[in-house]
């Protein structure tokens, strides 16, 4: 394996985890905002 395919796969990878993080981020935000108001 390349240098290449390295970096290619591991900023597959990280972009994998920002899309799996957006949504739980967003969910966080919206307890905490409930939680506030509640």
Request: aromatic share 6%; no cysteine; proline share 3%.
């Amino acid at each position: 394996m390349g240098v290449e395919q390295v970096k290619e796969s591991q900023a597959l990878s990280t972009k994998a985890l920002i899309d799996m993080s957006k949504p739980i981020k967003e969910f966080f935000e919206k307890v905490i905002a409930d939680l506030k108001t509640a």
